[in-house]
């Protein structure tokens, strides 16, 4: 029978997930280094085009000056007209210090000096739409003299660059989700490994162990340390469990033995004081042997990791019989009790005998903790594929910061030691709850205790 067990973690959300927190980060750091490569390459090469282009434009400014030996319009206007009729890749503008155009292959510009970008050269002759990188001359005269080249290259290799930046983080996007999710799934598979031997463990299974795998990595180191460590726990376990049922069995036949002296003095002629104590001595010897009875079952429980005799059971006929049991308890102690029950039936999957003593060690609890006149109630109800079994009574109640240490053994709080018990009734609760793979906790019913316990429900469990 698959069931599910009180200490199986949730199930996270996707983005929640440690896998997709790899697949992110290897995803992130994948795209980033990348792009930073791509981008640092593209602008080097935008940069280095250029500084080639400004290169050959300072060359031919300075050519245009040097055989104009006088930077001025009257000088210049030869060298310029040669230069607009032998030199297509490049563009001139020649003007006087009134900015009219003496000579070039550009219209009018603004006397700018220094070096210059056109986004367009519609002021060249003809006009065209591609841009110039280029530089301006103030002259002697007050003339104005402009060089330039065509910077289409640089404005499609920007193009192009951004192009690619953009199919490049595409490519890197995939091939960094995929390696992501490749490493992720190796990773992860391991660690899921681990996971599922740790649950096995809890579940009670002290023999599984972890798989070694011939790699001889560091998962198979850390592998063998934690088998080595299960190896010895397991041990020491077997050994305390060992020596606890020798001492509760060995224990309970030297006290079956003195409950049997102890009636055998009761036919004696004793005094009234020793009639007195020979009834408190058999009263402290039965709570002894109950004690030795409920912690050899608690260990028993504890140590199986499948409920015995498995049934499919009506949760409504379980908790009429208990209230069919318990309602004269009640009555005696003249407290209110209710039974309530949903129309909706359901059923949960385990072992009648111990499902019976959970919910009767429940109502015991919840009975000897309520003074009169308090109420006490037993209910269920279905949610989530659950079954919720309730029992809430509007007594004192338990601190929050008590709540989870009243499941531990033997524990008994201050203001309960009035009241008969050994400290074990809620730890038997746990363990059978435990073994039916359900959870259970205790909640503040304001004023008073309420006890929800969640079982699987048996339409949800497979055999």
């Not at 033997?410 to 435990?434: C, E, K, T, Y």
């Amino acid at each position: 029978m698959a069931r599910n067990t009180a200490a199986s973690p949730h199930r996270l959300s996707v983005l929640r997930s440690s896998s997709f927190r790899i697949i992110a980060m290897f995803a992130g750091c994948f795209v980033l280094s990348g792009m930073t490569v791509m981008a640092l390459s593209g602008y080097r090469s935008f940069s280095l085009l250029s500084q080639q282009m400004r290169h050959a434009v300072a060359n031919e400014r300075d050519e245009a000056l040097s055989d104009a030996n006088i930077p001025d319009v009257a000088h210049l206007q030869p060298v310029v007209h040669e230069l607009v009729q032998h030199e297509p890749g490049f563009y001139y503008l020649l003007q006087d210090a009134g900015q009219h155009v003496v000579v070039g292959n550009m219209l009018h510009l603004r006397p700018v000096a220094g070096w210059r970008t056109l986004s367009w050269t519609h002021r060249s002759l003809p006009p065209d739409r591609r841009p110039v990188i280029g530089y301006g001359v103030a002259l002697q005269d007050g003339g104005y003299l402009f060089v330039g080249i065509d910077a289409e290259p640089v404005q499609t290799l920007r193009h192009d660059l951004w192009f690619m930046l953009a199919w490049s983080a595409v490519g890197f996007v995939i091939i960094g989700v995929g390696g992501g999710w490749l490493l992720s799934r190796l990773v992860l598979g391991k660690i899921e490994t681990i996971s599922e031997t740790a649950r096995d463990i809890m579940r009670g299974d002290m023999s599984r162990r972890l798989p070694l795998k011939a790699g001889n990595d560091e998962f198979d180191h850390l592998a063998s340390s934690l088998n080595a460590m299960l190896e010895r726990n397991e041990n020491l376990i077997a050994s305390i469990s060992q020596v606890t049922d020798d001492i509760a069995h060995d224990m309970r036949r030297p006290l079956a033995h003195l409950g049997q002296q102890l009636d055998d003095l009761e036919q004696s002629d004793l005094s009234p004081r020793q009639e007195d104590i020979l009834v408190r001595a058999k009263e402290n010897l039965q709570d002894a042997l109950e004690i030795f009875s409920s912690l050899l079952k608690l260990a028993q429980i504890e140590a199986d990791d499948r409920v015995p005799d498995v049934q499919t059971l009506d949760v409504s006929d379980l908790l009429i019989t208990l209230a069919e049991l318990y309602r004269p308890v009640f009555e005696d102690k003249e407290q209110k009790f209710t039974l309530t029950l949903p129309h909706k039936a359901a059923y949960v999957a385990g072992n009648r005998v111990l499902l019976v003593q959970m919910l009767a060690n429940l109502l015991e609890n919840a009975s000897n903790h309520c003074q009169e006149g308090k109420s006490i109630s037993l209910s269920y109800d279905i949610k989530n594929g659950m079954v919720r079994l309730v029992v809430a009574d509007n007594g004192l109640g338990i601190p929050a910061h008590e709540r989870e240490h009243v499941f531990e053994k033997m524990v008994r709080l201050d203001r309960s030691r009035s009241v008969p018990g050994a400290g074990l009734g809620l730890s038997m609760v746990r363990a059978i709850v435990r073994l039916h793979g359900g959870s259970i906790r205790l909640l503040d019913n304001a004023p008073g205790l309420r006890c929800e316990v969640w079982l699987p429900s048996a339409a949800g469990l497979t055999s």
